[in-house]
């Protein structure tokens, strides 16, 4: 058998051409910067999966800059582009420059944060990261404690562990257990529910109010029908931006509710956890200084690459229901700080670096300042389709979002009925994406089909967004007009 060829390892040999690689890559992302034409190109799954399925795997191409073009053909030249301001779709956000040094620094270094033997000062950066987040979400000394995540799922995923946890410490068996959370909350509560063997029915939706926030006089009812039941409420769920509204729970009421039931109180803060850094916005989280646990997602409001995640706890004793020890990684003897010990993961990467240098770099009052500015253009966008009659509007956001739909009332001889309207505008999404020059969401409220936008793009105008519906308008008449089963 032939010694492997190790001119491709990271090592002080091979340093010329590990500088080659990365300029050859920044480059090529350069370039493309420099000739892009919206944020996408929209190109369908059939055709872009045909080309990957071409490729033969067990043939090396032996030269980086053949395999960099080939990159390029597969997925860059029709990748989706966060930074352009008509990509107004998911919580994706542009990320900072200083964000990416550290992604460059971590990935070579390939630090693994499970135990200290493997990370020595990354350990201490990242905790260090933690109780900063965790001081700014009101939770005290000398208690708090945290970890970072690869995103808000496992983020609630692990909240919902620790809620898990203590109630069975109290000796409440597992079937009995329920969790309460919002009809309009992300879709990983009741998921994390079922992973943790509880069933999906172990999550139980609570009615939102007028302004989709969640109704706190239904979380009593709900709360009392468990009791009466015989049933025992685990943890409360609020929402800190909600997915499609960007509207926040009434923290403080849900939290006297959670006080009252001796419940564990868990805020779901990935998106709005960057309001913690918002000098003018952060009043919009009072309240969750009261909670158990928190949930902030650094890669949707803090303008981080994917992944940087962190779950907060008021006190870092329920951080053991999470804990498992082994011999051969993290003994219980061991006096070294492991972060394994309180983590779901095991091999993690050294993502709060990324956070580190942006706030060395930037300063937080910088980051807190980009989602001002998202936010004000939401609201802008907002007055200002207010006063369109064939746009349709659901409810101001605290956050970024708005969700509306096209809807002109003398569009055809009669006008549109609803599933007609629905129907329109699930089209002038595809049309928008097929056609690249925008992408927006598309969700569904009581049923209807809407569209939304999701700012989180500091340098988009009123106009940018405004052209935006200008597109939408667009295409609503020309579909509306031409497609004769969605017209009548």
Known sequence: ????????????????????????????????????????????PEVAAKPVDEVDLDTPLTDGAAALAEVSRLWLDDAV???????????????????LVGELLMSAVNTSMDTFDQSVGATFMERRLVDWTAARAGYPEPTRDGIFTSGGSQSNLQALLLARGEAERRGVPVDRLRFLTSADSHFSIAKSARLLGMGEDAAISVPT????RMDVAAL???????????????AVVATAGTTDFGVID???????????????????????????????????LDGIERSDSVTVDYHKTWFQPVSSSALLVRDRASLQHASWYADYLNPRESENPNQVDKSLQTTRRFDALKLWLTLRTMGADQIGAYLESVIDLAR?????????????????????????RYADPHLGSTGLDDAAVCELNRRIRAEMWS?????VAATKVDGRQFLK???????????DILDIIEQVRTLGLTLGRAVPEVAR
């Open 453 to 463: 936008l999701t700012l989180l793009n500091p340098k988009a105008s009123l106009q």
């Open 435 to 439: 056609g690249g020059r925008s992408v």
């Open 1 to 44: 058998m032939s010694a492997p060829h190790l001119g491709h390892l990271f090592h002080p040999d091979n340093a010329r051409d590990y500088t080659r690689g990365i300029s050859e890559a920044l480059d090529l992302l350069v370039d493309k910067l420099d000739t892009l034409d919206g944020p996408t190109t929209g190109l369908s």
């Open 220 to 234: 009593r009812k709900a709360l009392d029908d468990c009791v009466v039941d015989g049933l025992v409420p685990a």
């Open 380 to 404: 802008e966008v907002y007055d200002v389709l207010s006063l369109q009659p064939d746009i349709e509007l659901v409810t101001p956001s605290q956050l970024s979002t708005v969700v509306f």
């Open 209 to 212: 109010d007028a302004d989709h």
């Open 81 to 99: 582009w966060f930074h352009d301001p008509s990509y107004a779709a998911h919580l994706n956000c542009p990320v900072v420059i200083p964000a």
């Open 250 to 284: 009434p923290l403080h009421a849900i939290a006297e509710a959670c006080q009252d039931f001796n419940v564990w109180f868990h805020v779901d803060a990935a998106y709005g956890g960057g309001l913690l850094v918002s000098p003018r916005y952060r009043h919009l």
